[in-house]
T-cell receptor, first 117, second 117 residues
């Protein structure tokens, strides 16, 4: 069964510090993609970063990087130099790329990040 | 390119009423999804579609119906609204199912906040 687990309901980080948001996933399919989304208090879903299961290097997008450890089935999001505007809910998601999976995205329960000035 | 648009933004329904949430995308995406997000929770998949004329149930389909007569439109129908359907509803779309971000990135609409009293 496909599953995404985020074990940190809430996190606090000091402004300008780095923070890691944890995400573990479960799938037996070899081909999948991992995503992180940010949801600010305004409610929209903002795509942050993507990692494909066959990608050799960890994904990076500006201050966001994805620490992909395939053997451990983890895809942690690292935010460097936190800013007040980073305060939001963060969701990890997975899409298994196989014809018999329904092409669904699976979302974790989210981590609420608060950046402290 | 408007992306994914949803109407209405807000709606209050009385118990037993029906309504249709509209979703349109102009990116020629094959895959479309409906999610609901209850307060403080992650996203749960209601229904999805892999192309015009093809729909399938997600995790929480009871009380909802969908249709996909065109590539662009994917309306969600609520029949006999119940207080348990009070939630924020997101429509999303994805181009395809290939191992690359451009095909897998999921684009979200702004959401519809529905209250059933």
């Amino acid at each position: 069964a496909q599953k995404i687990t985020q074990t940190q309901p809430g996190m606090f980080v000091q402004e300008k510090e780095a923070v890691t948001l944890d995400c573990t996933y479960d799938t037996s399919d070899p081909s999948y993609g991992l995503f992180w989304y940010k949801q600010p208090s305004s409610g929209e879903m903002i795509f942050l970063i993507y990692q494909g299961s066959y990608d050799q290097q960890n994904a990076t997008e500006g201050r966001y990087s994805l620490n992909f450890q395939k053997a451990r089935k983890s895809a942690n999001l690292v935010i460097s130099a936190s800013q007040l505007g980073d305060s939001a809910m963060y969701f990890c998601a997975m899409r298994v790329i196989a014809s018999n999976t329904g092409n669904q995205f699976y979302f974790g329960t989210g981590t609420s990040l608060t950046v402290i000035p | 390119n408007a992306g994914v648009t949803q109407t209405p933004k807000f709606r209050i329904l009385k118990i037993g009423q029906s309504m249709t949430l509209q979703c349109t995308q102009d990116m020629n995406h094959n895959y479309m999804y409906w999610y609901r997000q209850d307060p403080g929770m992650g996203l749960k998949l209601i229904y999805y579609s892999v192309g015009a004329g093809i729909t399938d149930k997600g995790e929480v389909p009871n009380g909802y119906n969908v249709s996909r007569s065109t590539t662009e439109d994917f309306p969600l129908r609520l029949e006999l609204a119940a207080p348990s359907q009070t939630s924020v509803y997101f429509c999303a779309s994805t181009l395809g199912q290939v191992r690359s971000l451009s095909y897998n990135e999921q684009f979200f609409g702004p959401g519809t906040r529905l209250t059933v009293l």
